[in-house]
Each structure stands twice: as C-alpha cells, then as structure tokens.
C-alpha cells in the first residue's frame, strides 16, 4: 500500500510564511486532505480538493499539489496555528491513508 | 448541529472483543461513508476502515492491520455505525474516532475527505 511522508516539525516564526509538504503516490490519483489536530482534541478539516476551506476556516490557510506532493501553506501564521497537521489521502486499494503528521511550532 | 459521538471505549483484556458505536445528529447519516480513524498513545493518525453508505452498496474497507479483526456495520435508522473488535491487541490501545466522509472522481482527479469528526472513545487493551 502506498504511503504518505511528512517532516516531522517544522517551526515558523509569527506572522511569517510556512510551507509543510506531504509526498506520496496516491497524490497522483487524489488530492491530498489535511487535518490539524491540538493537544486533547479531534482533528479537524482544514482544506480539501484543489484549495477548498470549510466554513470557519480562515483563509491564510491554502493548499497546492504537483506531481505526487501536495503543500499547505499559512500565510501569516498565528499562535494559534501550533498544531500537529496531517495530510490524507487514499490509496490504490481503495483504503485510506495518513501522514505521519507534521508538529508546527509558532517562534 | 452537525455532530458525532463516539461511545463503548473501555480497558479490555488482549483476545477479548469490544464494540464502539458513533451516533450521528444534525444531518442525513444515510447519505454518508463512515470511517473510524484511531490514534495510540503519542503517536499519529491511522486509518481503520470505512463503511460505504448504503447508496453504494454499504461495503467497507480495512487497514490491513486490523483486516480480519474488525468490522464495521451501520445501522441507518438509528443514525449509528459500529466498530466490532475482536482477537483485541495490546497495539490496538488508542484513542478512536469516527468521522463522515466524502469522495468522489472529477475532472481533476478523485477526492476524499473527513469533513466531521466526533471526539473520540479510549480503547485501553491490557492484562
């Protein structure tokens, strides 16, 4: 089955630009959804499809995909963006998929 | 409100079997894919399995660690899905949680998403 790779931390510093990446294959075939999730609570949808938020979400967050990689980026990041972030996906089984996760710190 | 709610979590013993139910409210339950998604202590997302709604043709997929092990049914009428664990694992100590989603093929490509999720129930396996 196929797999979804993540740096494990990434930092940022406030209200600067931040990019976190998520490779895998079943990127060619699905885009790529990302979930954020904070200490003690459920993840939550942050963006899906080509650059889709759901409501509430604010929309320094945005999403680009080339090839087999997808990118979420935060424009302006906040303190309240420290978070672990997950990308997913489904792979060609038809099962799907999570990254590793990738912890940001917000400096 | 659109909402989930998981429920069943408990400690059990390793090769002891458990069922997890996920209520749904605020919305059609029918009319959505259901996934469980579980997190051990520490450690990252892991997808479980889905159950296709019934317009699909209610099948389900697993991940292939708990293939075998577990089953996922539904019950539309009562807007509630279940997770049956049995032959239970230490490893499968976690945090559970369901969530609703949607996929789908477009121009541009296939799409799947979780757009809700409940807050999760503990499964604690141990002797």
């Known amino acids: 089955s196929s797999e979804l790779t993540q740096d494990p931390a990434v930092s940022v510093a406030l209200g600067q630009t931040v990019r976190i990446t998520c490779q895998g294959d079943?990127?060619?075939?699905?885009?790529a959804s990302w979930y954020q999730q904070k200490p003690g609570q459920a993840p939550v949808l942050v963006i899906y499809?080509?650059?889709n938020r759901p409501s509430g979400i604010p929309d320094r967050f945005s999403v680009s995909s080339s090839g087999n990689t997808a990118s979420l980026t935060i424009t302006g990041a906040q303190a309240e963006d420290e978070a672990d972030y997950y990308c997913?996906?489904?792979?060609?089984?038809?099962?799907?998929?999570f990254g590793g996760g990738t912890k940001l710190t917000v400096l | 409100e659109v909402q989930l709610v998981e429920s069943g979590g408990g400690l059990v013993q390793p090769g002891r079997s458990l069922r997890l139910s996920c209520t749904g409210s605020?919305?059609?339950?029918?009319?959505?894919?259901m996934n469980w998604v579980r997190q051990a202590p520490g450690k990252g997302l892991e997808w479980v399995g889905f159950?296709?709604?019934?317009?699909?043709?209610?099948?389900?997929e697993y991940a292939a660690s708990v293939k075998g092990r577990f089953t996922i049914s539904r019950d539309d009428s009562k807007s509630i899905a279940y997770l049956q664990m049995n032959s239970l694992k230490t490893e499968d100590t976690a945090v559970y949680y369901c969530?609703?989603?949607?996929?789908?093929?477009?121009?541009?490509?296939?799409?799947?998403?979780?757009?809700?999720w409940g807050k999760g129930t503990t499964v604690t396996v141990s002797s």
């Open positions: 969530s609703r989603s949607i996929f789908y093929y477009d121009f541009w490509g296939g799409h799947y998403y979780m757009d809700v």
């Open positions: 605020g919305f059609m339950f029918g009319d959505y894919a």
């Open positions: 159950i296709r709604s019934k317009t699909y043709g209610g099948t389900t």
């Open positions: 079943s990127l060619r075939s699905y885009y």
């Open positions: 499809g080509k650059d």
């Open positions: 997913s996906s489904r792979d060609s089984s038809g099962t799907g998929i």
